[in-house]
């Protein structure tokens, strides 16, 4: 007997999988388009700046880029954020470092896989220092803001 497989409902929110993991962030969700469309949304520059910040993103390994967005001085950032690009495997990982040029020094993976006829998508913002009082408040700023992320790629996908 042939099952076929059942497309999941989209959550509300992300699943948050590191509530007691002081060193990173990790959330995934259902994203009810294939992940040619998600991968599209994250990883053309264009786009990219739709949902995240301006940029000079290249997927390519090794390319040095840059976010910019406003300063934050309550927490020493001057607004840029000083990236590259460490592994690419088309439609399905993007992994990136992250640093704000003095404390932070992060990565952040996006894993696609399919799922039904969606994609289940993966994020995982990973290296803040436990006892770092400033690590840890951004991973709360962070924390709060990567799940309504999920949402703007979602219609980002919707769109292509």
Do not use: Y
């Not at 009810?32 to 949304?41: D, G, L, S, T």
């Not at 950032?77 to 000083?82: A, N, Q």
């Not at 990236?83 to 952040?108: F, H, M, N, Y």
């Not at 289940?120 to 992320?149: A, C, K, N, T, Y």
């Amino acid at each position: 007997m042939c099952q076929t497989p059942q497309t999941p409902q989209t959550p509300q929110t992300p699943r948050d999988k590191s509530a007691d993991d002081l060193r990173a962030i990790r959330l995934d969700q259902f994203i009810a388009h294939p992940p040619a469309k998600v991968w599209r949304a994250l990883t053309e520059p264009e786009l990219l700046a739709r949902w995240l910040m301006p940029n000079d993103f290249k997927p390519e390994v090794g390319h040095r880029f840059t976010f910019t967005t406003q300063p934050k001085k309550q927490v020493g950032f001057d607004g840029i954020v000083h990236c590259e690009v460490l592994r690419i495997e088309p439609e399905k990982l993007l992994r990136i470092s992250w640093s704000d040029g003095k404390q932070a020094d992060w990565t952040v993976t996006w894993r696609l896989e399919p799922e039904g006829r969606g994609t289940r998508l993966f994020l995982d913002h990973e290296g803040f220092v436990p006892d770092d009082e400033v690590q840890q408040m951004s991973r709360r700023i962070m924390g709060g803001g990567w799940p309504r992320i999920f949402g703007v790629i979602e219609t980002i996908a919707a769109e292509l």
